[in-house]
């Protein structure tokens, strides 16, 4: 079993900057996958960013060169920093980790962008 938290989301004009964070407890060393997602209202949850137990890293195109996802292991934490905001970024942000075959869910945290 694996315990996720979320905090950090809130309002921020466009431009503006914002970091999630992502505190992970339980079967930590079993985690294979971390990473990122968003649901906008009316829409399906995409992925965000994604981190693996070896480091490789990935982005969805639209966030490229904006955010950044780290992680702290001796915080058991993954971090979204989110620089350049744009209003279609507003979603609900879920943390996520993957204990093969399962994955785990975090409760959300808001993120709204105005324009």
């Known amino acids: 079993q694996v315990h996720l938290v979320e905090s950090g989301g809130g309002l921020v004009q466009a431009g503006g900057s914002l970091r999630l964070s992502c505190a992970a407890s339980g079967s930590i060393f079993s985690i294979d996958v971390q990473g990122w997602y968003r649901q906008a209202p009316g829409k399906q949850r995409e992925l965000v960013a994604g981190?693996?137990?070896?480091?490789?890293?990935n982005y969805a195109d639209s966030v490229k060169g904006r955010f950044t996802i780290s992680r702290d292991n001796a915080k058991n934490t993954v971090y979204l920093q989110m620089n350049s905001l744009k209003p279609e970024d507003t979603a609900v942000y879920y943390c996520n980790a993957v204990v093969a075959p399962r994955a785990y869910w975090g409760q959300g945290t808001q993120v709204t962008v105005s324009s």
């Open positions: 981190i693996t137990s070896g480091g490789s890293i």
